[in-house]
C-alpha cells in the first residue's frame, strides 16, 4: 500500500519557472526522502529530511515538512529543462533498516 | 553508473516460465532492497535482506522468491510468470551509517508474452 501521495500527479512548467510538489502521508515518520527519476532509468536520492526538521536546502532545491499535517513539498527553483523527470517521496517508520514506501510520483515536465 | 548493478537489463519470456533477476549492491553496502514498478500499482516494496539475512517482507508474491549470497549480491527468482508480473524490477542498496537514501540499479526490465 502507497503510504505518500504525490499531488500533484502531473506538472508541466517553462524554463526558468519555480515547481512545487506536495507529499501526504498517513502515520508518524522517521524520515522524509525525495527521490528522482528520468525515464524507465532508476531513482536517484535528492535529499533527506528528519521529522525534527522543518526545512532543508540541497542546490536549487527546498524541502519543508510539516509532521502536524503529516506533508512534505519540494521546491526546485529556476528550473531547467534537465529537471524533466517524475520525483517521489519516500517514508520510513523507525530508526535503522526499514524499507522505504514510496509515493506514485510527480510527473515533472519542463518545456525549453 | 550507481554502483549498483543488475542483470539482465531487459527479458523477455513467456507465461509459465521462471527468470532469475540478479544485484550486486554498492560496495560495503550490507541491506538490499527489491522493488516492482508498474505503470497502476508504482513502486512497491516486495522484501529487504540485510547482511545475508531476510529483514522484511512486502507484497511479494509466493511465486516469487530471493536470497541474499555471502558475497552479498541477491537474487530474486520469478515463477510460474503471468502477463500481470510485467514490470520494472529495482534492487537497492544502503548503508545509513555513511550515506542518506537508497542506492538503486538502473532496472531489469520484464516482459511477459
Known amino acids: 500500500s502507497q503510504q505518500g501521495e504525490e499531488d500533484p500527479q502531473a506538472l508541466s512548467i517553462q524554463e526558468g519557472e519555480n515547481a512545487t510538489m506536495n507529499c501526504s502521508y498517513k502515520?508518524?515518520?522517521?524520515?522524509l526522502q525525495w527521490y528522482r527519476q528520468n525515464s524507465g532509468r532508476g531513482l536517484v536520492h535528492l535529499i533527506l529530511?528528519?521529522?525534527?526538521?522543518r526545512e532543508k536546502h540541497s542546490g536549487r532545491l527546498r524541502v519543508t515538512l510539516d509532521t502536524s499535517k503529516k506533508s512534505s513539498s519540494l521546491l526546485i527553483t529556476a528550473s531547467r529543462a534537465a529537471d524533466t523527470a517524475s520525483y517521489f517521496c519516500?517514508?520510513?517508520?523507525?530508526?535503522?533498516?526499514?524499507?522505504?514506501?514510496f509515493g506514485k510520483g510527480t510527473r515533472l515536465s519542463v518545456i525549453a | 553508473d550507481s554502483g549498483v548493478t543488475q542483470t539482465p537489463k531487459h527479458l523477455i519470456t513467456a507465461t509459465g516460465q521462471r527468470v532469475t533477476l540478479r544485484c550486486s549492491p554498492r560496495?560495503?553496502?550490507?541491506?538490499v532492497y527489491w522493488y516492482q514498478q508498474s505503470l497502476d500499482q508504482g513502486l512497491q516494496f516486495l522484501i529487504q535482506?540485510?547482511?545475508?539475512?531476510?529483514?522484511a517482507k512486502g507484497n511479494i508474491l509466493e511465486r516469487f522468491s530471493a536470497q541474499q549470497f555471502p558475497d552479498l549480491h541477491s537474487e530474486l527468482n520469478l515463477s510460474s510468470l503471468e502477463l500481470g508480473d510485467s514490470a520494472l524490477y529495482f534492487c537497492?542498496?544502503?548503508?545509513?551509517?555513511?550515506?542518506?537514501?537508497?542506492?538503486f540499479g538502473s532496472g531489469t526490465r520484464l516482459t511477459v508474452v
Open positions: 537497492a542498496s544502503s548503508d545509513p551509517g555513511r550515506r542518506p537514501g537508497y542506492t
Open positions: 519516500a517514508t520510513d517508520f523507525y530508526s535503522g533498516n526499514t524499507p522505504l514506501v
Open positions: 560496495s560495503g553496502d550490507l541491506s
Open positions: 529530511i528528519r521529522s525534527n526538521e
Open positions: 502515520t508518524s515518520i522517521n524520515n
Open positions: 535482506y540485510y547482511n545475508g539475512e531476510e529483514r
